[in-house]
């Protein structure tokens, strides 16, 4: 009995020897104040990792996504990867980048000592400039987008079906439901009044039968009918496909959301203007955005809230 009790002893010993720890930080995004924003979790690691742990982390921590980071020396470049808990990887550049970026300045990594005046990152092999800078102790990232491209209309009534509302709820200026694309493509849902932004109940299934059918991925409720008048307009953003019923904060639905607004001239280009998102969920999220010539900058700053340790 000693003997097979001094055996099992060993073998755990060597797989936990064989265990694998990587640093984690849980941070909140678009905000400088802890419990708002957008959760985010931040994994560092050395090295690639397999892809079914990717999926494992994000679903473990079960925010809408989860980055992995590390610093590429060949590539002169801070790199990042993005999985949401519906094992999906996340190419744009939302608040997923933002709070990896913001979390590198906080922590003082000098992620750009090679690069230069010109700042970027680089997210599944995409080059995304930033500019950064400091205001009172609190850093902020703004991010590059694409120009944005207007694509397909999608029918009112169908999109209020799908959102639990009347087609009168998404009588706004005269705008329909139309799908933007910077770095991914998004559903823009004009909403009338703020009262029918909180009266949105999503049915998921038919979510996902949309935006399947019209080649998007989320859908990006927005009013400006808006009680806070500090902001150009207020949001909502489901995207059940992805794994995400109700994000607190979506950079890369903002970014195509400008270049709507300014598409349809209700904001100017070179001119910034804040968006709210994240009320209902009790996360309230500020996002900053400006249409350019050459792109979108959406902007923001992040808090660190946890930070600790995983085992693979």
Not at 85 to 108: M, Q, W
Not at 157 to 182: F, I, M, R, S, Y
Not at 219 to 224: H, I
Not at 247 to 267: E, F, K, M, Q
Request: charged letters at 20%; glycine letters at 6%; a neutral charge.
């Amino acid at each position: 009995m000693r003997r097979s009790t001094s055996r099992a002893s060993y073998q755990w010993l060597l797989k936990l020897k064989k265990m694998k720890k990587l640093k984690y930080y849980i941070l909140d995004v678009f905000t400088n104040q802890r419990y708002k924003g957008n959760p985010l979790a931040v994994v560092w690691s050395d090295e690639e990792l397999a892809l079914s742990q990717y999926y494992d982390i994000a679903r473990e921590f079960g925010y809408s996504e989860t980055s992995f980071v590390f610093y590429s020396a060949a590539e002169k470049a801070f790199k990042v990867r993005s999985f949401t808990p519906g094992f999906y990887e996340v190419t744009g550049a939302g608040h997923n980048l933002l709070g990896a970026v913001c979390l590198a300045l906080i922590k003082g990594w000098d992620i750009f000592k090679e690069q230069g005046d010109n700042k970027w990152v680089v997210i599944q092999d995409h080059k995304i400039p930033l500019v950064t800078s400091t205001e009172n102790g609190v850093h902020f990232v703004a991010m590059k987008q694409q120009s944005s491209k207007i694509l397909d209309a999608v029918p009112a009534a169908l999109v209020a079906e799908a959102l639990g509302l009347d087609t009168e709820d998404l009588k706004l200026c005269n705008w329909l439901p139309t799908v933007v694309q910077t770095e991914v493509a998004h559903l823009m849902v004009p909403i009338k009044n703020n009262d029918s932004l909180k009266q949105a109940l999503p049915n998921n299934d038919l979510l996902k039968k949309i935006s399947a059918q019209y080649g998007f991925e989320g859908f990006y409720l927005f009013t400006t009918d808006s009680s806070e008048k500090d902001y150009v307009a207020e949001t909502r953003f489901f995207n059940p496909a992805f794994g995400i019923n109700e994000d607190p904060a979506t950079g890369t639905a903002a970014g195509p959301l400008a270049g709507y607004l300014n598409a349809v001239s209700h904001i100017s280009q070179r001119q910034a203007y804040q968006i709210l998102q994240g009320v209902l969920v009790n996360h309230a999220s500020s996002i900053q955005v400006k249409v350019t010539p050459e792109g979108i900058w959406v902007s923001g700053s992040s808090v660190i809230v946890m930070e600790g340790e995983l085992v693979i």
